[in-house]
């Protein structure tokens, strides 16, 4: 360490900063998972007791937003970081942004799982939710490690299979009209099941946002709003 | 301008940057009331080439969302924002994000717009989309009026409005619930119905994003996840 130039001593202070942000986001992804993990458990399940942790843990989740954003507005005052440093910090408070909208939708998701528990048990409409978390769990779960690993190959793939998961939420929709129509008493609980399926397909949406956030970090380019990426 | 010292030029080329930079941001955000105001009025008078226009032209908001974002990273890559200027620009990128978002939600607003056209005539939830569109313009202009004026007090006002917002929002979704329980052949036209109020509802919450931003711009403080502001 004595051997540290005065320049390479900054640098790496620098460095461990920018570490630390990278971690807390990480950190951040985790508890994100869980919550969408566990939201859609209270549904399926009926269990009533995890969906109301998913709603107190948001709390946390919006913490450790404003956190990492201190962090980075920190970090981009006090250092006067190089274009790709500052990169990574534009792309970390976008990613941030986009993971507590992720923790917002499993609250919603909670929050219906508390009403269609308490107006009893229906399979009505929960293979669709199943099936579409379990993709869209997949997604997110590679997106975040295509940020941990700075990966923009992988974050590219994982960015084709949100269009699955906007055919999968169409036709999970249709099916759930149907339900309607054929039993029009059941339309309160059926609409319930639709704004949480709605939640899982915003969920895929943000898990694209971060794929996009690692292409910018790794190549430099901006490739929100670009078709076929 | 001879008067001027070297730390008052570079002062002065800085803040024109940043003003220029605000008035994009206030470009953007008129862009976007007017995709507001065209996407309901296509819902309203059935009118589909209003719609195909609101549809064509997102792609302009997202190319602004694009430009100022990178005229902020830019700025902050070439100067050393002091920390008042750093919070400018960091609320720049976020107000950005909630107007193209708004934008976003004006298209899906068009293209229910054009679902519903094709179906025919049906006067069924458009008072209730009339209603909550009314409120959410006023919000959204008052929201954009505390930013051009950097008005804190304007923008704390502005952000206790949108609980009247959530509350027609919620009246809205009974009533339409109603109308499919009474009409079932009805429920795919509601639906439609149904997510262009809850559209409405997310521009009222993207405005309350943008008051927060005027609040830390000004004050510094980041209200973000406070109840009751």
Request: net charge negative.
């Amino acid at each position: 360490m004595e051997n540290l130039t005065f320049e390479n001593h900054i640098a790496s202070v620098f460095d461990e900063e920018l570490e630390e942000i990278r971690s807390d986001l990480m950190n951040m992804g985790g508890q994100v998972e869980q919550q969408l993990e566990d939201a859609v458990r209270a549904i399926c399940d009926a269990d009533s007791q995890l969906a109301e942790q998913v709603i107190q843990r948001d709390g946390k989740v919006d913490k450790m937003e404003l956190a990492i954003d201190e962090a980075c507005v920190l970090v981009i005052a006090r250092r006067q970081p190089a274009a790709s440093d500052l990169r990574l910090v534009v792309a970390v408070t976008r990613a941030v942004a986009d993971l507590e909208r992720i923790g917002d939708e499993a609250k919603k998701i909670a929050k219906h799982a508390l009403e269609l528990t308490e107006s009893g048990p229906s399979p009505m409409g929960y293979t669709e939710v199943r099936h579409l978390a379990q993709s869209v769990s997949q997604i997110l779960r590679n997106s975040l490690d295509a940020f941990a690993r700075f990966d923009a190959d992988a974050a590219l793939v994982t960015l084709e299979q949100d269009k699955q998961i906007d055919m999968d939420y169409k036709t999970a929709l249709r099916e759930l009209v149907t339900y309607m129509m054929e039993d029009p008493r059941s339309i309160g609980r059926v609409m319930s099941i639709m704004w949480v399926v709605r939640s899982l397909e915003r969920i895929g949406d943000h898990a694209k946002n971060l794929c996009e956030q690692v292409v910018f970090i790794v190549k430099g380019k901006d490739i929100r709003h670009s078709d076929g990426h």
